[in-house]
């Protein structure tokens, strides 16, 4: 089972420079989760879809949009990285059918931007 | 107010000890809430859900106290395979919604 696959694993970036993670389940779930994570910030929820075609923001949005392409993808797209961008990110996953539920999350994508 | 808050430790114990790790959280109609521990760069994993009654997994014990807005988790007999940082996390007030993670406490564990 591959649960939760993030790509890239790696990135580094130039200020100004776009680029698009992806993400993808393969375990049917309904919901879908953007977090980022900063040293002594713990996780941060950037963008959820509770379910195909629908998106909302969480507590960090600002500089990022994300599309939920279908149930299984839901990618995050930095238009014009800035160096507070700098980040650990994750996708994750939950059946979501009644409540939040266990999050599955992907190993995560470090991002740098020069 | 941060939503959910963890003192972040470290917490550095001996092995065969036990320790305590409190949570608050600010919105009163979470209903959800969970402990999920994340190993040194790598991805969070479910530690164990926190139920009204309270819960125990072998050596974890979980309890909420919805009153005063706080979860709390218990660790009896600390092995060294316990390092690691323990992630409260709350749901926010609608289901299916956001997810709310808490800092992190670091636990380490020595011989």
């Known amino acids: 089972n591959a649960g939760v696959t993030q790509t890239p694993k790696f990135q580094v970036l130039k200020t100004g420079q776009s680029m698009t993670l992806q993400c993808a389940q393969d375990m049917n779930h309904n919901s879908m989760y953007w977090y980022r994570q900063d040293p002594g910030m713990g996780l941060r929820l950037i963008y959820y879809?509770?379910?195909?075609?629908?998106?909302d923001k969480g507590e960090v949005p600002n500089g990022y949009n994300v599309s939920r392409l279908n149930k299984r993808e839901f990618s995050l797209r930095l238009e014009s990285a800035a160096p507070s961008q700098t980040s650990v990110y994750f996708c994750?996953?939950?059946?979501?059918?009644?409540?939040?539920?266990?999050?599955?999350f992907g190993e995560g994508s470090r991002l740098t931007v020069l | 107010r941060k939503e959910v808050e963890q003192d972040p430790g470290p917490f550095n114990v001996p092995e065969g000890a036990t320790v305590a790790f409190n949570c608050t959280y600010s919105?009163?109609?979470?209903?959800?809430f969970f402990w999920y521990r994340q190993d040194c760069r790598k991805e969070p994993k479910l530690l164990m859900s926190v139920y009204s009654s309270g819960n125990e997994d072998g050596r974890f014990t979980a309890q909420l106290n919805r009153a005063s807005q706080y979860i709390s988790l218990l660790i009896r007999d600390s092995k060294l395979s316990d390092s690691a940082t323990y992630l409260c996390?709350?749901?926010?007030?609608?289901?299916?919604?956001?997810?709310?993670f808490g800092q992190g406490t670091e636990l380490s564990v020595k011989p």
């Open positions: 879809s509770a379910s195909e075609g629908t998106t």
């Open positions: 919105n009163s109609a979470s209903q959800s």
């Open positions: 996390v709350v749901n926010g007030n609608n289901q299916g919604g956001k997810l709310i």
């Open positions: 994750a996953s939950s059946k979501g059918d009644r409540g939040p539920g266990e999050l599955f």
